[in-house]
């Protein structure tokens, strides 16, 4: 039997990158996937590809920083597969700069889809994973946030960013432990430098400094990230890996 069947999940930012990787790996490995993001057309290829591979999947659009979209995304999945099991926070901003050069509605940008984003759709998603924990075949669920080295080491430039990451990470260990009774697993996946267009977000002004900060290092590739997320959620019941730091390599920092 697949590592993960019978289970369903839901991944924030799934149509490109990092999301779309994890969205591949969690069906590839038996589970049944709703794939969520701003974008259709993105988010249907995805969930194409996966059917295409003989797996489950659904694409639902919806902007997460709004509470009642991210209710019904959460509710789509359960309509769609009876259950949820598996929560990823993929969805992600990476906007950098100094502080005070800032333009207005950057740093909201990045409040509102890597915090605000993050706690209507673990919010929302709560009760129904505590259910699946309690009743389901495996026992266990899980909610896991895409945090970031940026999470752990803070750089010049990278302040807001930071704060975000920062943020995420604390808001998942309190988390973790007022579900751990529930046996609702809560993690954390902290990746380095990944090839994906995170960076095509910064001002056209600040891309170069940011491209040279990482152009001699051999960046991973979203599946790596997927790897570590798959892992993380397909272990025993018995087992809760909480936290995981994937860098490149060469990466120093």
């Given at each position: ?76 999945a359960i309509a ?95 988390l973790r432990q ?20 995170l960076a095509t ?53």
């Open positions: 039997m697949a590592q993960l069947a019978e289970t369903a999940a839901l991944v924030t930012g799934a149509g490109t990158g990092i999301g779309a990787a994890i969205a591949r790996d969690l069906a590839a490995a038996g589970a049944a996937v709703v794939l969520v993001g701003r974008r259709p057309g993105p988010l249907e290829q995805v969930a194409a590809q996966i059917r295409e591979r003989g797996g489950v999947a659904e694409a639902f659009a919806a902007d997460i920083t709004e509470r009642a979209q991210a209710l019904r995304a959460v509710e789509h769609a597969f009876g259950r949820l099991d598996i929560v990823v926070n993929n969805a992600g901003v990476m906007l950098v700069g100094p502080v005070a050069e800032a333009p207005e509605g950057e740093w909201e940008s990045m409040i509102d889809v890597n915090l605000t984003g993050t706690l209507y759709v673990t919010q929302a998603a709560i009760p129904h994973l505590v259910k699946s924990a309690a009743t389901g075949p495996r026992r266990v669920a899980d909610i896991v946030t895409i945090s970031s080295t940026a999470g752990r080491v803070a750089r010049a430039g990278n302040a807001v960013y930071n704060l975000t990451k920062f943020g995420v990470n604390a808001f998942s260990e309190a007022e579900l751990q009774p529930q046996r609702v697993r809560v993690g954390v996946v902290e990746p380095g430098t990944v090839d994906t267009d977000h910064t001002r056209a002004e600040l891309r170069e400094s940011v491209q040279a900060q990482v152009g001699a290092i051999e960046r991973l590739a979203p599946e790596d990230i997927a790897d570590a997320v798959t892992y993380m959620v397909g272990r025993d019941r018995r087992v809760a890996v909480n936290e995981m730091l994937v860098r490149s390599a060469d990466q120093t920092w």
